[in-house]
């Protein structure tokens, strides 16, 4: 089966490229958007405690809720296409985000906070060059989980004409042919794979050395 997925691989290059490289366009799309968008509310975020607490609920909400029930909601309000998937792929991919930058910023230690007031420092700048850094572990944890949600629904953004990978696997269950399957799901599942690993990496690097 392996051999047979391979082969049509090879008999068609094109659009097996053409598949991978919308499936890694829908993925990263979606996740620069929720990370544009939930991090700096996140941050906002910190010192507002009834604001945080109706936005976390609502992201703990969001994050209960299956890919393709998203994917469906979606639908009959924007259509199918690349723009309805990316919506709902936005959509997956933010709560985690959110939660995690929120909590990341919640944490930081209030006594370095205090000691930056009294250096002069401003609340932007406190912000801006000790609370982020500090957070930026836990923060790119997130995205790290939400990389993973992306990559795993854009498989499913297939059933409402978002394309990628997913279109082999769709079209291999309907038409009964595993190989057709393998080519779909096996890449996809490497993707995520190496995703996840390099985000660990990244987060690993942005550990201080004495947490790591």
Sequence with gaps: MLRDAWSYIVAH??????ALGRHVALSA????LAALIAI???????GRPRYALFAI???NVGRTLPSLAVLALVMPMLGTGFAPALFALTLLATPPILINTYAAVSQVDPDVIDAARGMGMRSRAITRRIV???ALPIIAAGVRIAAIQVISGAVLAAYIGGGGLGDFITAGIAMMQLPLLIVGAVPATLLAIGTDLAFGRLQKALTPRGLA
Aim: hydrophobic share 55%.
């Design 40 to 46: 700096p509310a996140g941050i906002a975020l910190k």
């Design 57 to 59: 609920n609502a992201a």
């Design 29 to 32: 799309s979606a996740l620069l």
């Design 13 to 18: 290059p094109d659009r097996f490229a053409d």
């Design 132 to 134: 982020v850094p500090l």
